[in-house]
């Protein structure tokens, strides 16, 4: 095997060496753009993400969510309405002085999130109950100025993603809007056959302009998290600011209630490095973009029975639904083998001469697992994709079970987090204990249990004064 063609690190040497050999050679991402952070997204890892799409799309126009789009440019003076989200957001935005070699009066920023831009144009919009609740999505992109350094598809500068952004009537609504936004990302969780923690993240790190944000974090094979969608409830915080006012069933004028919610390309990065292993990705069946590649065995006088009968699989794989590929070029199957191997298709379907002649094929699953089929009974192929699923979403809930270690003060802490994962420990509620812990051990209180109180089973980690909370800490990306 060629040196650019597979992957020369491995998993435990050097991850993220892994990581971008593997998003390059699998064909998701080059990172090679003239600017660092802005990388382009190849046609496999675009393909990925339509996927993700579409399965999320429907989802949402289920629960009534319609999709528009909002300029991507946002003058300063509304995004400064609401403080707290301009100052958590300044840092990281681009903004733009100039246009057509003229200063310009006012400075636009790029949007790195469309609450300002969109609540505006809501403002003027919304004027009864009536016009309640309403559900906004935007697919689109934004870019934010990293500090933290990039990483394609996990932290790149420009991302692609949806933000969904609702209002309604009462807070109780609000809130049970976002139940249905967690169960639609569970739904995604479940086509990634990745097992989240989904947590309501601490104070310091919610969403800037939010009561409380949900995130789900995901263990990654390094025993770094990284966290996928969020979704936060936005209370009265923007509103207010907004003036997104509506006259209630006794004509009385009251704000609205709000949230918003999203995810990103950033969900494919999250993929790889918690699925794939040292031959590349694992994708699992539900969101590959192939789900099964033939390969045809080619020997010299024997091409045309085997093509044809290679043709002839596809076909009738294709008409019980799967999503399949015959890769008919000329590299030698080998080439193939790997090369299939490192964008992470589930299945591999072998055609040889001696298969054609005993009227079977062999079928080569991601997770190592070889069967015949017979061509009569190709429906196997989908049980065995079925299978690959379950056996990835096994993995993954088993992978985070074995890591999650209680601890019960910083030195527990410090020692058991050398391995990495998630540490599960008490804490008072201070601030200034989150942020001591931090410092002291580079482990972040990421949050408590979404939709699960536990019972505190020690003092505070930090300050060994009654604990409030049973709180999940880990190292993040
Ligand atoms: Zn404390």
Known sequence: ???????????????????????RKGGFVDQRSPMKGFDVILPWGYAVWEMLQQRLD????????????????????????????????????FAITEAGGEKLEEKLFVRPTSETIMYHMYSLWIRSYKDLPLKINQWNNVIRFDTKGTKPLIRPREFLWQEGHTVHSTKE???????????????????????????????????AGADYSI????????GKVSQGPG???????????????????????????QTSWGTSIRQIGITICHHGDDKGAVLPPEVAPYQAVIVPILFKGKEKEVLEKAESVKEQLRQLGLRVHLDDREHSAGF?????????????????PKDVAAGEVTAVSRLGQKDKIKISELSEAKALLENIQKEMAARSAKFLIDNIKDVHNMDDLKEKSKA????????????????SIKAESGHEIRGTLYGKEEKCFANCLWCGKPAKHVVYVAKAY
């Open 58 to 93: 429907k989802n949402f126009k289920r629960h009534g969510v319609q999709n528009a789009y909002f300029p991507m440019f946002i003058p300063e003076s509304l995004i400064k309405k609401e403080e707290k989200h301009f100052e958590g957001f300044k840092a990281e935005a």
């Open 420 to 435: 990495g994962g998630f540490l599960r420990g008490n804490w008072c509620s201070s601030g200034e204990c989150e942020a």
């Open 231 to 257: 979704s936060h409830l936005l209370g009265q915080h923007f509103s207010k600011p907004f003036n997104i006012k509506f006259l209630d069933e006794s004509g009385k004028e009251q704000y609205g209630w």
């Open 173 to 207: 609504d609000a809130e049970k809007w976002l139940k249905i936004v967690v169960s639609m990302y569970k739904d995604m969780y479940q086509a990634l056959a990745i097992e989240p923690l989904v947590l309501v993240r601490p104070k310091s790190d919610t969403f």
């Open 336 to 352: 193939k083998f790997n090369e299939w191997e490192l964008r992470g298709v589930p299945l591999r379907i072998e055609i040889g």
């Open 215 to 222: 995130v789900f974090d995901t263990l990654l094979q390094d």
């Open 1 to 23: 095997m060629s040196e650019e063609m597979g992957i020369s690190t491995k998993r435990d040497e050097d991850f993220s060496k892994w990581y971008l050999d593997v998003v």
